[in-house]
C-alpha cells in the first residue's frame, strides 16, 4: 500500500469537489489497495453524508441511499416482504461481518475477483491497458461466458446487482457536471477493446442512491446462487427471476444472472420465450437454452453454461410457483 492523501467528506458537494477516490465501507478497494491493484492519491471518506436511508418513492417503490449497509437493506422489512430476490441475493453474498460494512453504492461498484487482475505479477487490460489478458489462455474456470472479448473475460463479482437488474433499479448520481439517472441495465459497459472502463461514472461522480420499483400485486421473485462452498463465496453461477403468472400463463417475468457474465447479465431472450406462455419444466428449459445461446465458454468453463441454465430453471420453479 502507497501513502494517499485522507479526507472526510461534509457534504456530497464538498466530496466531488475534493478530488479523490471514495471511501466508505472499504472492503473492497482496502483490500486492492494492500494487493498494489488500486493506488488512490486521494481517498475521500463519505461514510458522514446523510445518504444511509430506505425510504418509499411517491411511486410505491423504495428508495435506497448509496450508504445503507448491505445487512440493514437485506433485513429491513419492506425489502424482505415486497422484494425478497434482493434480500436473497444481499445475504448469500460475502460474510456477515462484511456485509455490516459494504453498502448499496460499494456493491455496485465491485471489482472482479480475477486472480489475475488481482496479483500484479500477472499482465491484466484491466489493471494496465493494452498489456493482455492472463486468463484467456491461463486457467480461467471462474471466468466469464457471456459478454466477454478477447481483451477480458472477467465476471462482476456482485450478487446484489444481479437482482437489482431484474428489478430494473435506476442509479442515481452527482458529480462535477450535476446529477443524472441511470438505468441500471446502462450503467455497465462490457470490455470489449476498454476492459478498464467497467461502468459509465465519470470523474468525480458520486453514487447517491438507487430506486426500484414497485411490483405489481402477485409477483414473486427468488434469487438462487451456486457455488463451491456455502459460505462466503463467489458464485459460478446466479439467476435472479421475478415473474407474475395469472393461472398457468407467465404473464411478466425478468431473469438476470450472475457469475457467468463479464457484467450483470439480463436474459432478454429468456423473457421472450417465457412472457405469454406456460409455466412448465418444458417452456423453462426452452428460456434457460435462449438465455445461454450466445455463451462462449472457455477451455476450464465450459461447465458453467449447463450450470446456468440449471440455475435458471430452479429460480423459475421457485418464481412461479402458484401455491
Same mark, same amino acid.
Given at each position: 500500500?502507497?501513502v494517499f492523501?485522507?479526507?472526510?467528506a461534509?457534504?456530497?458537494?464538498?466530496?466531488?469537489?475534493?478530488?479523490g477516490k471514495f471511501?466508505?465501507?472499504?472492503t473492497?478497494?482496502v483490500?486492492?489497495?494492500?494487493l498494489?491493484v488500486?493506488? #488512490?492519491?486521494a481517498?475521500?471518506?463519505i461514510?458522514?453524508l446523510?445518504?444511509?436511508?430506505?425510504?418509499?418513492t #411517491?411511486?410505491?417503490?423504495?428508495?435506497?441511499g448509496?450508504?445503507?449497509?448491505?445487512?440493514?437493506?437485506?433485513?429491513?422489512p419492506?425489502?424482505?416482504s415486497r422484494?425478497?430476490?434482493?434480500?436473497?441475493a444481499?445475504?448469500?453474498?460475502?460474510?456477515?461481518?462484511?456485509?455490516?460494512?459494504?453498502?448499496?453504492g460499494?456493491?455496485?461498484?465491485?471489482?472482479?475477483?480475477?486472480?489475475y487482475?488481482?496479483?500484479t505479477a500477472?499482465v491484466?487490460n484491466?489493471?494496465?491497458?493494452?498489456?493482455?489478458?492472463?486468463?484467456i489462455?491461463g486457467?480461467n474456470?471462474?471466468?466469464?461466458?457471456?459478454?466477454g472479448s478477447?481483451?477480458?473475460v472477467a465476471?462482476?463479482?456482485?450478487?446484489?446487482?444481479?437482482?437489482?437488474?431484474?428489478l430494473?433499479?435506476?442509479?442515481?448520481?452527482?458529480?462535477?457536471?450535476?446529477s443524472r439517472s441511470?438505468?441500471?441495465?446502462d450503467?455497465?459497459?462490457l #470490455?470489449?477493446?476498454t476492459?478498464?472502463?467497467?461502468?459509465?461514472?465519470?470523474?468525480?461522480e458520486?453514487?447517491?442512491h438507487v430506486?426500484?420499483?414497485a411490483l405489481?400485486?402477485g409477483?414473486?421473485?427468488?434469487?438462487?446462487?451456486?457455488r463451491?462452498?456455502?459460505?462466503?463465496e463467489f458464485?459460478?453461477?446466479s439467476?435472479?427471476?421475478?415473474?407474475?403468472?395469472?393461472?398457468?400463463?407467465?404473464?411478466?417475468?425478468?431473469?438476470?444472472?450472475?457469475?457467468?457474465?463479464t457484467? #450483470?447479465?439480463?436474459?432478454?431472450?429468456?423473457?421472450?420465450?417465457?412472457?405469454?406462455h406456460?409455466?412448465?419444466p418444458?417452456?423453462?428449459r426452452?428460456?434457460?437454452d435462449?438465455?445461454?445461446?450466445?455463451?462462449?465458454?472457455?477451455?476450464?468453463?465450459?461447465?458453467?453454461?449447463?450450470?446456468?441454465?440449471?440455475a435458471?430453471?430452479?429460480?423459475?420453479?421457485?418464481?412461479?410457483?402458484?401455491?
Amino acid at each position: 500500500m502507497e501513502v494517499f492523501r485522507y479526507s472526510q467528506a461534509q457534504s456530497v458537494d464538498n466530496a466531488i469537489k475534493a478530488g479523490g477516490k471514495f471511501i466508505a465501507g472499504g472492503t473492497t478497494l482496502v483490500d486492492l489497495m494492500k494487493l498494489n491493484v488500486e493506488k #488512490p492519491q486521494a481517498l475521500v471518506d463519505i461514510n458522514g453524508l446523510k445518504l444511509d436511508k430506505v425510504e418509499a418513492t #411517491p411511486e410505491g417503490g423504495l428508495k435506497i441511499g448509496a450508504l445503507v449497509r448491505n445487512s440493514d437493506l437485506a433485513h429491513h422489512p419492506e425489502v424482505q416482504s415486497r422484494y425478497a430476490v434482493l434480500s436473497q441475493a444481499l445475504l448469500s453474498g460475502a460474510s456477515p461481518q462484511l456485509r455490516n460494512m459494504a453498502t448499496t453504492g460499494g456493491n455496485l461498484l465491485q471489482r472482479t475477483r480475477c486472480y489475475y487482475f488481482r496479483d500484479t505479477a500477472y499482465v491484466c487490460n484491466k489493471r494496465q491497458p493494452g498489456s493482455g489478458c492472463s486468463a484467456i489462455d491461463g486457467y480461467n474456470r471462474i471466468h466469464a461466458v457471456l459478454g466477454g472479448s478477447d481483451q477480458c473475460v472477467a465476471t462482476h463479482p456482485s450478487d446484489m446487482a444481479v437482482a437489482m437488474t431484474a428489478l430494473e433499479a435506476t442509479v442515481y448520481t452527482q458529480g462535477p457536471k450535476g446529477s443524472r439517472s441511470i438505468a441500471l441495465n446502462d450503467f455497465y459497459l462490457l #470490455p470489449g477493446n476498454t476492459p478498464d472502463k467497467e461502468n459509465v461514472l465519470e470523474p468525480g461522480e458520486l453514487i447517491t442512491h438507487v430506486t426500484i420499483p414497485a411490483l405489481a400485486a402477485g409477483t414473486k421473485s427468488y434469487y438462487i446462487k451456486l457455488r463451491d462452498r456455502a459460505q462466503y463465496e463467489f458464485a459460478l453461477s446466479s439467476a435472479a427471476v421475478i415473474a407474475r403468472v395469472n393461472g398457468k400463463k407467465i404473464e411478466q417475468v425478468r431473469v438476470a444472472l450472475g457469475g457467468v457474465g463479464t457484467r #450483470p447479465w439480463r436474459a432478454k431472450e429468456a423473457e421472450s420465450a417465457l412472457e405469454g406462455h406456460e409455466a412448465n419444466p418444458v417452456n423453462f428449459r426452452k428460456a434457460a437454452d435462449a438465455a445461454l445461446a450466445g455463451a462462449k465458454p472457455l477451455k476450464d468453463n465450459a461447465f458453467k453454461v449447463e450450470l446456468a441454465k440449471r440455475a435458471i430453471v430452479r429460480a423459475l420453479e421457485v418464481a412461479t410457483q402458484t401455491v
